[in-house]
Structures are given as structure tokens and as C-alpha cells.
């Protein structure tokens, strides 16, 4: 059923001819998968494989060549303590050549030569709702865990005047791009934390316990990795404390394009519209700074209301569902051991 040359694969010493066969088979599999999004261009696309997404410590590639053709891509990712209970897998093939077992191939290489130690679930994201993504994961045992609203801000459509949003009385802002200001840092962990509030839907996923180590090591990893990574936040003046914060990041090879990270409010200072305040005023510092950027780029949980009305307030449109799915491993990995043609998985 299946002919395929399956073989490990190292993003960072690629080929021009591997990354541009990838990235044939990103435009054709995205042009069916999300036929909403514009085509990438090709800068931006090496820069977005290649980098590795903040809380991931570790990750893993294996390709799929049919005669001599990039076929598919599996890419496993290992995420940070509080997710090290699980494993991350993406998995995308050619849609002509789908429902023949690649990317089941795949997804069996890819679990069972990946150094999971004792992690016990696999987690896919991205999904989109109603696609064949869907169908695929289904049928080999995942369930749908969270859906996530992606949402997207193309800056040549949005009326600025969305983003003048006036502090209210008794706050002030601060910015930064890199490390948190000594005086705010400890402050900030604890604003951090708020995140933990977002719903996340039945999923699996925990939010990271920030800690000033903890933040100054996110610093420094992504200053390794090349990331820009831009912080606002909204200090309550008679305290002098952090509230409220949003982030972004602008990664390596994608420079048209920003990535609008967590937001979070500390309970107490909620329904004051410190999160529309803080996400206006990094909109205004970006693109004073950043003109070239076209294009940002945020997802929330498909249940936030509040989150996504305040998105659509400061010009981001929704443009697809996507879904998270979980499996166990133990269970996977014996139903994808079943001989080829046991069972009827496209």
C-alpha cells in the first residue's frame, strides 16, 4: 500500500533542494488544508520550520521520499516540565497521495525511534476543523480535545484609530524588547502566571509556573534561538506592580510577520480592560518600530469570548477553526503496529 522511503532528517543541515521539496509540499498541502491563508513565501517558510517554538526543548524530523519526491514530513517536538508527560507530532503529506499509508508510516517512525522516555500521551495541534487532518486523526484513535481560534491582523486593513485604547486612571505602561527590567521582573512572573486562567478546553496542556529564574531562562532561550521578543505591560501605579501583559515574537526568516504570544490580567484587575490596553499599545509600538511587518498572527481557545471579541475590537479576523487532539501512546503505537491493510485508515 505504502512506497515510501522513509529516513531521519536534520532541518538545520538540509539541502536547498530538501527545503524547497518541503516547501512544495507545505504550499500543496496548505492550499487544500488551509485554503484561507496566503501562500508563504519561501524565506519565510525555511525560517518558521526551522524554528523551534518557545517551550519546546527538543525536536526530531523524518521525511517521506517517493521516488525521489518529498512525499511527507513528521516533525516531534518534547516540551518543557509541566507538558513532559507528553509528545508533540505534526504530521503533512502530499494530498495526492494520501489515504496510501505515508503518513501513518510516518507517524509509526516517528514515534517509535524519537527519544520519548517515559512521556505516555501525543499531542497534535493545528489541526483544521473538517479537513482531512481531521478525518486522519480520527481514525487512528485521537480525540478532539480543544478547538482554537486562529486569528489574523493584516496590518494594510486595519484602521489604526482601533489601536489608540487610553490607559485607565491609576496605571501606567511599560515596554521592553528582550529582559524584563530588574525592577519589574519579580512582578511580572507573578502577572505571567495569569495565563494559567485561559481555558485550554479538555486538553492535556499546562501553562508554564513562571518564576524570575524561570523568566530569565525564557529570555535567554529566545535570545539564542534569534527571537525578538516584545513585551508591554500595564503597572498599577499605587503598588507599583505588574497586572497585565501581552507578548510578541518575531522569529528568524519571518521578518513580515509577528507572532502575538499570551496575554494575561491578575485576577483582581480584570474587567478594566487592561487586556485590550496592553495588546493596542504593542500594535502602536510595533509598527512604529517594526513598518515592515504586514501581517499578525495570534489563536485563542475557541470558547474565550472575551479574548476573541477583544481581538476583533483591535482588527484581527477569525480565519480558521483548528482542533488539538490527544492520544495515548501505548494504544497508538499497537494500533499502528497492525500490518498494513488490517484496518481502513486513509
Known amino acids: 500500500m505504502m512506497t515510501a522511503d522513509i529516513s531521519p532528517h536534520d532541518l538545520d543541515d538540509a539541502s536547498d533542494a530538501d527545503l524547497r521539496g518541503q516547501y512544495d509540499l507545505a504550499v500543496a498541502a496548505f492550499a487544500v488544508d488551509r485554503p484561507d491563508a496566503p501562500k508563504p513565501d519561501y524565506d519565510t517558510f525555511v525560517g518558521r520550520l526551522r524554528a523551534i517554538p518557545p517551550g519546546v526543548s527538543r525536536q526530531w524530523c523524518w521525511v517521506a521520499r517517493r521516488r525521489g519526491r518529498m512525499a511527507g514530513i513528521a ?62 486523526i480520527r481514525a487512528r484513535g485521537f480525540t478532539v480535545v480543544q478547538r482554537v481560534a486562529l486569528q489574523v491582523l493584516t496590518v494594510s486593513e486595519a484602521d489604526p484609530a482601533l489601536w489608540e485604547v487610553p490607559v485607565p486612571p491609576g496605571h501606567r505602561l511599560e515596554r521592553w524588547t528582550g529582559a524584563a527590567p530588574d525592577a519589574l521582573v519579580e512582578s511580572y512572573a507573578r502577572a505571567r502566571g495569569a495565563i494559567g486562567d485561559a481555558p485550554t478546553g479538555d486538553s492535556s496542556y499546562r501553562h508554564p509556573h513562571w518564576s524570575v529564574p524561570g523568566v530569565r531562562q525564557a529570555e535567554q532561550d529566545a535570545r539564542r534561538r534569534g527571537v525578538e521578543h516584545r513585551t508591554v505591560v500595564v503597572v498599577h501605579e499605587a503598588s507599583d506592580a505588574v497586572v497585565g501583559l501581552t507578548e510578541l515574537e518575531i522569529f528568524p526568516g519571518m521578518p513580515g510577520t509577528a507572532v502575538q504570544q499570551d496575554t494575561a490580567v491578575m485576577p483582581g484587575h480584570r474587567g478594566r480592560g487592561l487586556g485590550r490596553t496592553v495588546k493596542a499599545a504593542m500594535m502602536r509600538r ?18 474565550n469570548d472575551h479574548m476573541t471579541r ?37
Open 286 to 303: 510595533l509598527l512604529a518600530e517594526r513598518p515592515g511587518i504586514a501581517v499578525v498572527v495570534t489563536n485563542v481557545d475557541a470558547s
Open 75 to 136: 516533525i516531534t517536538q518534547l516540551s518543557g516540565p509541566e507538558n513532559d508527560n507528553s509528545v508533540v507530532v505534526d504530521v503533512r503529506v502530499l494530498p495526492e497521495l494520501r489515504r496510501q499509508g505515508i503518513g501513518t508510516a510516518l507517524l509509526r517512525r516517528a514515534l517509535g525511534e524519537s527519544p520519548v522516555g517515559d512521556r505516555e500521551l501525543v499531542v497534535g495541534r493545528g489541526v483544521t476543523a473538517g479537513g482531512d487532518g481531521e478525518q486522519w
Open 310 to 346: 477583544v481581538n476583533h475590537q483591535l482588527g484581527y479576523v477569525t480565519t480558521r477553526i483548528m482542533l488539538t487532539a490527544e492520544a495515548a501512546l501505548g494504544a497508538l503505537e499497537s494500533r499502528l503496529g497492525a500490518p498494513e491493510g488490517q484496518h481502513d485508515l486513509p
